[in-house]
């Protein structure tokens, strides 16, 4: 069966500070993945998405980058945190085909402060 | 715009009743509804999709319908647990090439005993 990992799940962080969030998939081969941001009173919204090895797209401009170097890896940072970028940031992972039902991690609560 | 509204925002029913959340949508051309479940600090988890030529379908205690015609969605929720509070997100898939998910706020439902 397929599982998703996400880490760490609660991280507080001061304003200019550098931050790594991963996320890794098991079970599967070349899913397609993406990060979400959550904030209080709002619709998870899309940050990046990735359909292979090195292939990021972003959807909305950021402080944030995604990197994927491996296959089942993907990888949310930022060079200098933002008070703005706290939130429940969430990774995710689907097949390009079928019912594409995505299948979300725990999440990562990020307090920037 | 791709939109997806649901009502209402929050939620309080009494362990044992029923609810219905309602979702619409203008997202076109429509592939599929889901609808998910986030408890607090979770990442949220399918609960039911419906695609363009299904009106009802069951999950146990949850029964989401779809009007396509009207692009309407809803969830009923019959006699209720305490293990229902949550929230419900409404999540609307285009059949376009990205093929690209909209997001609903949510409704916030919370069950006392």
């Known amino acids: 069966s397929q599982t998703i990992h996400q880490w760490p799940a609660t991280l507080v962080q001061p304003v200019g500070s550098p931050l790594s969030l991963e996320c890794t998939v098991e079970g599967t081969s070349n899913p397609n993945l993406y990060w979400y941001r959550q904030a209080a009173g709002r619709g998870l919204q899309l940050l990046f998405y990735?359909?292979?090895?090195?292939?990021i797209s972003s959807e909305v401009p950021q402080n944030l980058s995604a990197s994927r170097p491996q296959d089942r890896q993907f990888i949310l940072s930022s060079k200098k945190l933002l008070l703005s970028d706290s939130g429940f940031y969430l990774c995710?992972?689907?097949?390009?085909?079928?019912?594409?039902?995505?299948?979300f991690g725990a999440g990562s609560r990020l307090t920037v402060l | 715009k791709n939109q997806v509204e649901q009502s209402p925002q929050s939620l309080i029913i009494l362990e044992g009743k029923n609810c219905t959340l309602q979702?619409?949508?203008?997202?076109?051309?429509?592939?599929?509804l889901r609808w998910y479940k986030q408890d607090t600090g979770r990442g949220p988890v399918s609960l039911t999709i419906m695609t363009f030529s299904e009106n009802t379908k069951s999950n146990g205690r949850y029964t989401a319908t779809l009007d396509a015609d009207t692009k309407q969605s809803s969830l009923h929720i019959t006699a209720s647990q305490l293990s229902d509070s949550a929230s419900y997100i409404c999540?609307?898939?285009?059949?376009?090439?990205?093929?690209?998910?909209?997001f609903g706020i949510g409704t916030k439902l919370q069950v006392i005993p």
């Open positions: 995710a992972w689907n097949r390009v085909s079928g019912a594409n039902v995505l299948t």
């Open positions: 979702c619409n949508y203008t997202v076109s051309p429509f592939s599929n």
């Open positions: 999540v609307v898939r285009d059949s376009g090439g990205y093929q690209k998910v909209t």
């Open positions: 990735s359909v292979g090895i090195g292939q």
